[in-house]
């Protein structure tokens, strides 16, 4: 895939301003995609957005395929007549620049459960055989997910494996019974999923009318207390009850001496090749519904993946496996013809990872944070170095902001030391040739002026906020995802900044 060239903007729908406690697809996202237009991006960066589990972070979901209903609009639903506007005066008092996820829930789900009740005692007609349009052609991953949000809710959010045996292992006699006791939970939770995937294609339609296209993430793993895992054991690396037997994770690198240890289940590989991959080739399509691109986080572990046994506190003890390959992406073509996907590679990168990237035409990444460091792939990262067929970003959602990454004394976030990061400084300022001039639009011309097609700015680095505005740190489980744009933070003066660099580099 070639992108054209172009420019977008990163930022997690959680993060914009609402009046509910956490961003949404209300006005405030029209609004944003009102400002890429009038600065000249043609793309939205949004990371997953299904429904957020461990630690609120959305790589870690309940589902791969379903959304987040937190994401869903009450001044929508108030304007269709599910719930009372009234009803939304009587919001907690929340921070206006943090999400407060429990909160939120606390408010939120209550209000959502009436809309479903509403929407089952009063709807139209027409909205009834949508609804049912709708449930029908997603009840392969629906009804599952439907089914385990229930049960989950009935045993107090405990993890599938700490459910009673029966429904654990999803012996048929008990679906049914299930399913039939939660009936009215299920469809709420169906009715969740429609409202979501109505309120997300028409604010997507409203940014396509306006140029602006959606790259949206796919996590290479999933969570284990997830749906996917619950009705899929087969396809992972799991004991007689149900827990990993090995976890994911990386070996120590920039952000941590003893590596990061996400504690994701392992893939059975060889199970799926036995099937065509087709769980896969599901899980993309799904994907492709609700993004234009994909970028696959952690891209290399379909080449070889870090493993690590379950019973490890670090990621240290693991080792490399090989995972399918090739023969992945081969499927994935022939199935789904063109594959509009960037690979997230960055780590430990091979040859071999590379080739599979070539072979099927996938742009790569850089981060311009990281190409003035010792990091071993800095000399990739620095914009002399760079292709046109890649993704350059100031910083993902993983680093600090351009700010909080420059005024830091070292160690916070990585493994660099106080002298480390003053020889780290010196070379940026010699290499980019700067003196007094904001860090952050430094770094944001420096991608911006690069032959790279498309260069991606975090939305706090193009508001030059610190490191009070990070949205997460790997290898941390807590304190994180939670940082919101303030109402108005988007000013016609950034906009005006971003569009002179659009038109001086071609973008």
């Known amino acids: 895939m070639r992108f054209q060239r172009g420019s977008g903007i990163l930022l997690h729908p959680t993060s914009l301003p609402a009046g509910h406690g956490v961003g949404d697809f209300g006005p405030e996202a029209y609004r944003f995609v009102d400002f890429l237009e009038s600065a000249g991006q043609k793309l939205w960066q949004v990371l997953p957005l299904n429904p957020t589990g461990y630690a609120d972070s959305p790589f870690q979901c309940f589902s791969a395929s379903a959304g987040n209903p937190l994401l869903i609009s009450l001044d929508r639903l108030a304007d269709g007549g599910l719930v009372r506007r009234s009803e939304l005066h009587a919001a907690p008092s929340l921070a206006p620049d943090a999400v407060d996820y429990g909160a939120v829930i606390r408010f939120k789900t209550p209000l959502l459960r009436t809309a479903a009740a509403n929407f089952q005692a009063d709807a139209a007609a027409r909205d009834r055989r949508e609804f049912e349009n709708f449930t029908q052609a997603n009840a392969p991953w629906l009804d599952d997910f439907a089914l385990f949000m229930s049960v989950k809710e009935a045993q107090r959010m405990a993890a599938w494996t700490d459910w009673p045996a029966d429904i654990a292992s999803r012996k048929p006699e008990t679906l049914s019974r299930w399913s039939e006791k939660l009936a009215s939970e299920i469809a709420a939770q169906k009715f969740f999923q429609y409202e979501f995937f109505q309120q997300w294609q028409a604010l997507r339609m409203y940014g396509q009318e306006r140029n602006v296209r959606i790259i949206g993430d796919v996590p290479i793993y999933l969570a284990h207390d997830s749906a996917d895992v619950w009705s899929n054991r087969q396809f992972f690396l799991l004991d007689e009850q149900g827990r990993p037997e090995k976890v994911s994770g990386v070996p120590p690198d920039y952000f941590s001496a003893t590596g990061q240890l996400w504690g994701n289940p392992i893939y059975n590989w060889p199970r799926l090749k036995e099937t065509q991959y087709q769980w896969w080739v599901e899980r993309m399509r799904s994907a492709l519904r609700l993004y234009d691109f994909i ?14 046994p379950a019973h490890e506190t670090t990621a240290m003890n693991g080792r490399w496996v090989k995972g399918p390959g090739r023969e992945l992406f081969a499927v994935l073509l022939r199935e789904l013809g063109h594959l509009p996907v960037i690979a997230e590679n960055l780590g430990v990168i091979t040859p071999e990872v ?134 108005g933070a988007a000013t016609d003066e950034i906009a005006a900044r971003l569009k002179e660099m659009v038109i001086l580099y071609d973008r």
């Not at 952050?440 to 032959?451: D, K, P």
């Open 354 to 487: 590379e080739a599979i990237r070539h072979e099927f035409g996938l742009p790569g990444m850089a981060i311009l944070q990281f190409a003035f460091g010792k990091d071993p792939q800095a000399p990739t990262f620095k914009p002399h170095n760079y292709v046109r067929d890649l993704v350059a970003y100031s910083g993902t959602h993983d680093n600090d902001t351009v700010v909080g990454w420059w005024s830091s004394g070292g160690s916070a976030d990585s493994t660099r030391t106080r002298e480390d990061v003053t020889k780290e400084h010196a070379y940026a300022r010699a290499y980019l040739g700067f003196k007094d001039e904001p860090i952050n639009w430094v770094l944001i011309r420096g991608i911006m002026s690069s032959v790279a097609n498309i260069a991606i700015t975090q939305m706090q680095d193009a508001l030059g906020l610190g490191s009070e505005a990070r949205m997460n740190l790997p290898g941390k489980s807590s304190g994180y995802w939670r940082w919101r744009m303030k109402p």
């Open 295 to 308: 970028r696959i986080d952690h891209f290399r572990g379909f080449e070889a993946h870090w493993e690590v």
